[in-house]
């Protein structure tokens, strides 16, 4: 995106001529594309109101710039895998940003323009401040599905010895509410698989013959039960792992494994009630919207989350909601146009507004030349920026910007 100039210059012949002229040489010299900012006529009110609104606005100009930037940068996270298309939902009044701004209209609706200007910075404030409550909601919210899904991913795939192994294992694999006797599970590597049929029976006394079965296997290895006496469970342990059989800590419990499935299928059923709904999934998605935990896998877990996330009602709201931020601001930079303006040029309200898009490599170049042609509203900060080494006293320009118009900075990009 790209960065622009909001400024103004008082509007009598003399100085329309000179914005004529810095048009011309701006344009000509391919400086600036520039267009004239339309603001409308706002009710003045008193020069104490306007000195006071005059910081105001610039405290909610920084705010409102820093909510829509949050905005931004959630769309781009939900839209993770979709990051090349994050710009194209970035709109304001369902434009692009620079048509937006290039062809600004005040919002006579939202914002009538015969109440105070107190009254219309009050309404823009709680605006983008009731938008930056919802984004904080709704972000946790996100946050937590997310977080639910990544642990739900973490049990449902992973190998066979992390993952859990509800879906897994049954009842008839183990021997069960026996005083003397249990059933061990341990994972043994695919290359490992002779060597565990020949040896398990020996590692340990008192194993049972003929006890293992493999009940899953993954890329990686096999999980097979073995029954031993409980009274050499621990030599068992400490002689399968010296044989690179990992033996998982795993005591068949028939209510605490159904626990822990209906606690998967809850999380995904939370999911689907809060993302599926009015999602449109591209068709060749249409069987994950019933994925189920003892199916996932991580890619289609993670394919699903942005299914869900980029197409529901998470990224409509953040569409949605970044729009009326970012023409909430826009309207801020408008006030503090038209209060800058009046404060600097005074009465009866009388300026030009333009909005001005430099050429990236003419910057400085485009600065000199609005300076020269402006130098007379303001002699002595002109000529101090046109000569930093000047010692002028009174005017002090080392803390913020100063210049013989009225002039604001719009960056598109920090939404880049």
Not at 241 to 262: A, G, H, P, S, T
Request: contains cysteine; glycine residues 4%.
């Amino acid at each position: 995106m790209s960065e622009f100039w909001l400024i103004s210059a008082p509007g009598d012949k003399t100085n329309l001529q000179a914005w004529e002229r810095m048009n011309a040489v701006t344009s000509k010299s391919n400086l600036s594309s520039n267009s004239k900012f339309h603001i409308p006529d706002l009710k003045v009110g008193t020069l104490d109101a306007l000195v006071g609104l005059s910081d105001e606005l610039g405290k909610l100009d920084s705010f409102a710039e820093s909510v829509i930037k949050k905005i931004a940068q959630y769309i781009g996270e939900v839209m993770e895998d979709s990051k090349d298309k994050v710009q194209e939902n970035l709109l304001a009044n369902g434009v692009d940003l620079i048509s937006y701004l290039t062809r600004f209209e005040w919002d006579m609706a939202k914002y009538p323009i015969k109440q105070p200007l107190k009254n219309i910075s009050e309404a823009l404030s709680k605006q983008v401040t009731q938008i930056e409550t919802d984004l904080k909601t709704r972000s946790t919210a996100y946050n937590n599905i997310k977080g639910n899904l990544q642990s739900l991913e973490k049990k449902t795939v992973g190998n066979l010895l992390t993952r859990t192994l509800a879906d897994i294992v049954h009842k008839e694999d183990f021997v069960l509410n026996s005083e003397y006797l249990i059933t061990l599970l341990v994972v043994v590597p695919k290359s490992s698989y002779i060597e565990w049929q020949k040896t398990y029976e020996s590692l340990s006394d008192m194993v049972v013959p003929r006890s293992t079965k493999m009940i899953a296997e993954d890329a990686e290895g096999g999980l097979f039960t073995v029954t031993l006496f409980r009274k050499v469970m621990d030599d068992f342990k400490a002689k399968a792992r010296e044989n690179r059989f990992m033996v998982r800590e795993f005591y068949f419990d028939e209510k605490e494994l159904k626990c822990e499935k209906e606690e998967l299928m809850k999380l995904a059923s939370d999911k689907k009630q809060q993302y599926v709904n009015n999602t449109i999934c591209p068709r060749s998605l249409d069987n994950l919207i019933t994925w189920e935990p003892q199916t996932a896998s991580r890619s289609r877990g993670i394919t699903v989350l942005l299914c869900l996330f980029s197409q529901g009602p998470l990224l409509r709201w953040l569409k949605v909601n970044f729009s009326e931020a970012f023409v909430a601001w826009i309207h801020v930079k408008a006030l503090r146009v038209f209060v800058e303006s009046v404060l600097r040029y005074g009465l009866p309200v009388n300026f030009q507004a333009m909005l001005l898009q430099p050429n990236k490599k003419s910057v400085k170049r485009l600065r000199d030349v609005l300076n020269v042609v402006f130098k007379h509203l303001d002699e002595v900060a002109a000529a101090s920026i046109m000569d930093p080494g000047m010692d002028i006293p009174g005017l002090q320009l080392s803390n913020q910007e100063y210049y013989p118009y009225v002039y604001f900075k719009i960056d598109l990009s920090l939404l880049d």
